[in-house]
């Protein structure tokens, strides 16, 4: 089976910290560029960061996330992180990543598979 599966959501207090992993199997992230996306109950899904399918040097972030959110790649690992410092209640939603061969980082049209999500709750 090929997909993608989010981990390292969690409760956390405010002005934590998180790193998420979108995990690959059955197929090779390599080649395709990476988006992670956030849905909060009640709201839209809203692009929160991407980064680009060659070496990484291109990445996206929101402004609402810029300066606290940090994408990276594991090529070994098959896997892409999203590391959330200075976690915010605002920033509690199901975050969900997704690969596209080319995107707009924003345009949730432009990714091809998405996996299921995992949820981030900032509370207390």
């Known amino acids: 089976q090929l997909q993608l599966v989010e981990s390292g959501g969690g409760l956390v207090q405010p002005g934590g910290s998180l790193r998420l992993s979108c995990a690959a199997s059955?197929?090779?992230?390599?080649?395709?560029?990476v988006g992670w996306f956030r849905q909060a109950p009640g709201k839209e899904r809203e692009a929160v960061s991407c980064i680009s399918s060659d070496d990484g040097s291109s990445t996206y972030y929101a402004d609402s996330v810029k300066g606290r959110f940090t994408i990276s790649r594991d090529h070994a690992k098959n896997t892409v992180y999203l590391r959330i410092n200075s976690l915010r209640p605002e920033d509690t939603a199901v975050y969900y990543c997704?690969?596209?061969?080319?995107?707009?980082?924003?345009?949730?049209?432009?990714?091809?598979?998405w996996g299921q999500g995992t949820q981030v709750t900032v509370s207390g």
């Open positions: 997704a690969e596209g061969l080319t995107v707009e980082a924003t345009n949730l049209y432009d990714y091809e598979q």
């Open positions: 059955g197929f090779t992230l390599d080649a395709y560029a």
